[in-house]
């Protein structure tokens, strides 16, 4: 497993290409981006390969998020948008050559849970479909509900239902340890509970969604967990540091540890 950051909540202190160098820097392999499409795809480009730094994932367009928007995937009345969404997330995965695109379904208001149900699993075969064209796997996140209000994927059994419901070999679920904490669930189980569908890993400390230690998550255990249900590709930091990002990465050597292959 490779370590990776999150520059959409890390080293935010710095320009958006700085982020690449600074993650380089403090001994990341790669990042990750949440919206990547207000920056110069050219500039990102030209650092990342300047540093070696892969650009793992990015999340399709999430509809208006100042407005409120947390995705479209399940939303019936904004199918052409995520349609869209979709065709500007494939030029920007090719653009990239990123691995993965996460899929974020929306909030569930308005609409009957059924019928938001069965929009998510179609929009999910569809984009497994259209990113295997390119060789990019498709996520779908679960994320709480108490930290977003709503969230319709906002919980594990029903995310879970509805990649098994899609059933392409193209689509898995993205795991969060942050989000399955605040959900509640013991980690080692829930990955146990999840197991080859993991196809992506994110992580910040609960409570707190800060660095490790700032919380009561016992990394070590999830990540043996981890490896027991064969899970071997990036885990990324998503969190949001207290004060500046380098100020908070004393934790990095003791992960890569953890990550390494026994």
Request: proline share 4%.
């Amino acid at each position: 497993m490779e370590l990776i950051a999150n520059i959409s909540t890390l080293f935010t202190e710095l320009p958006f290409c700085g982020r690449i160098m600074a993650a380089s820097d403090a001994g990341f392999e790669g990042v990750e981006v949440q919206f990547p499409y207000g920056e110069n795809l050219d500039n990102i480009q030209s650092v990342c390969a300047k540093y070696q730094m892969p650009v793992e994932l990015i999340n399709l367009p999430a509809g208006n998020w100042d407005a409120g928007d947390v995705g479209l995937a399940a939303l019936p009345d904004r199918q052409e948008e995520f349609l869209r969404a979709m065709e500007l997330a494939h030029q920007w995965a090719q653009g990239l050559g990123v691995k993965k695109v996460n899929i974020l379904s929306g909030r569930a208001e308005g609409h009957a849970h059924k019928a938001m149900f069965n929009m998510l699993v179609e929009n999910l075969v569809r984009a497994a479909e259209y990113f295997a064209e390119i060789n990019v796997e498709v996520q779908l996140e679960v994320i709480n509900v108490l930290d977003v209000p709503g969230f319709f994927a906002g919980d594990l059994e029903t995310g879970l239902r509805a990649v098994e419901k899609a059933d392409h070999p193209n689509l898995k679920l993205q795991f969060d340890f942050y989000h399955m904490a605040r959900l509640g669930h013991n980690l080692e189980e829930a990955i146990n509970q999840v197991g080859p569908l993991i196809g992506h890993v994110q992580f910040a400390d609960a409570p707190g969604r800060h660095q490790p230690g700032s919380g009561d998550i016992d990394f070590a255990a999830a990540i043996h967990a981890l490896k027991q249900v064969g899970y071997d590709g990036a885990v990324s930091a998503e969190y949001f540091p207290v004060g500046a990002t380098a100020e908070t990465l004393d934790w990095i050597g003791e992960f890569k540890v953890l990550l390494a292959d026994n």
